[in-house]
């Protein structure tokens, strides 16, 4: 099944029009996105955006084949302009499945929001799932039908949810391919919208591009151990929880535990909860071995400097004669085990710390011990992750 991608932008396009962002501005070349449209097979066209004649001549295809239209998107406004020679636009009923004389199987899935999701089955038995932007599938994933999908495309950076929902329920499996689509201003075009997609297993095409649904294409390879790293209000964990936002089953390790007596942080503790998704579950531990011993979902721990303050507070760091009588070096063996236990980990990791020692020296001996040991602890974890980033003023930056 041959999937030419007339458009993979939102509906108002990429650059908008008339917008003065400065992601709009660099949103040029291969990074300006028309309105998503797919032509399949050159019979079947999913979504009429306008100009898809035109768009159609500029990947080198022809709509004159077409046989049946179908719209995803609500309608509420005035009629659709259909060109000359294309057949009215339908939708298919939730849960009704049409086959087509051209050897396609179309089935309509039910969606959580306005709009209608396809299900497409090609003659050759190659499957293709594409949704509408901003929606995800009811109930758990996609048709309950069949192996995984051999191509999703879907709204992956407005509805990371949606695709981890798929993921959950097997209907993406390791090689399906991913292609995001309805792609906005609200991420930077570029290189940044190809490094955040690939972190979620996905990837983006210019419009134009034509594929073979079904045909092997290494997916984005997705790092196991990721370590982010940045100074106070940097974005490191909102990077932090992006990168996971696609994968179902979530475990949210807090290493900060909760102050009764300390109503602020009470606040910053509630604001990290609510920002999560609703489905991740939170552990509030620092005994973080057991934890990246077992088997189980992604783990995100936030943050090691808060579990390092913690460990310290267990050895008496503090203290610097019950630091030299033992302190460090029970600190040191925390650390080495911790450390170990990322190494030989089988479970997808990310984790949180803080980047100190940039600025003034610490006053104490006790600050510079912190600082000190933190450093330490930041460069061996990272030396047992695939990706390392660092965060500054909102932007990522990746290390390794």
């Not at 939708?91 to 999701?117: C, F, K, M, N, Y």
């Not at 236990?341 to 610490?362: D, H, K, L, Q, W």
Request: aromatic letters at 4%; one cysteine or more.
């Amino acid at each position: 099944m041959e999937l030419t991608l007339l458009g993979t932008g939102a509906p108002a396009g990429l650059p908008r029009a008339d917008c003065p962002c400065a992601h709009c501005a660099t949103a040029t070349g291969e990074e300006a996105r028309a309105a998503t449209a797919l032509l399949l097979d050159g019979t079947l066209l999913l979504d009429l955006t306008p100009g898809p004649a035109f768009a159609a001549a500029r990947a080198g295809q022809s709509l004159s084949a077409v046989r049946q239209v179908f719209l995803s998107h609500p309608h509420d406004g005035p009629a659709l302009e259909v060109p000359a020679g294309l057949p009215q636009p339908v939708r298919v009923p939730d849960r009704q499945e049409l086959a087509l004389i051209s050897g396609h199987r179309v089935r309509a899935l039910s969606l959580d929001s306005p709009g209608t999701g396809y299900a497409v089955t090609g003659p050759g038995g190659e499957r293709l799932l594409y949704l509408p932007p901003g929606a995800a599938p009811a109930g758990t994933g996609g048709d309950g039908e069949g192996p995984a999908y051999d191509m999703v495309l879907l709204d992956v950076l407005g509805r990371p949810d949606a695709l981890a929902r798929l993921r959950a329920d097997g209907t993406v499996g390791p090689t399906t391919d991913v292609l995001a689509v309805h792609l906005d201003h609200a991420v930077p075009p570029g290189r940044e919208l190809h490094r955040r997609l690939a972190a979620l297993g996905a990837r983006a095409e210019p419009d134009g591009s034509t594929l073979t649904v079904g045909a092997y294409h290494a997916v984005p390879d997705v790092p196991r151990r990721t370590l982010v790293l940045g100074g106070a209000r940097s974005g490191k964990s909102a990077e932090a929880e992006r990168r996971l936002a696609a994968f179902p089953g979530v475990v949210y390790v807090a290493t900060s535990g909760t102050r009764a007596d300390d109503a602020e942080w009470g606040k910053r503790v509630a604001a990290h909860r609510e920002r999560r998704p609703a489905s991740w579950r939170t552990e509030e531990t620092c005994d973080l071995v057991p934890l990246l011993a077992e088997d189980g979902p992604p783990l995100l721990i936030d943050c090691l400097s808060l579990w390092l303050t913690r460990a310290m507070d267990d050895v008496r760091a503090w203290d610097d004669s019950l630091w030299d009588r033992g302190g460090e070096r029970e600190l040191a063996e925390r650390v080495g085990s911790l450390v170990a236990a990322v190494r030989s980990t089988r479970r997808r990791v990310v984790a949180v710390s803080n980047e100190v020692g940039s600025g003034i020296v610490p006053a104490t001996p006790s600050g510079r011990r912190y600082r000190d040991e933190l450093g330490r602890l930041n460069s061996a974890f990272a030396a047992e992750c695939e990706h390392v980033l660092w965060t500054v003023a909102g932007v990522p930056h990746p290390l390794r």
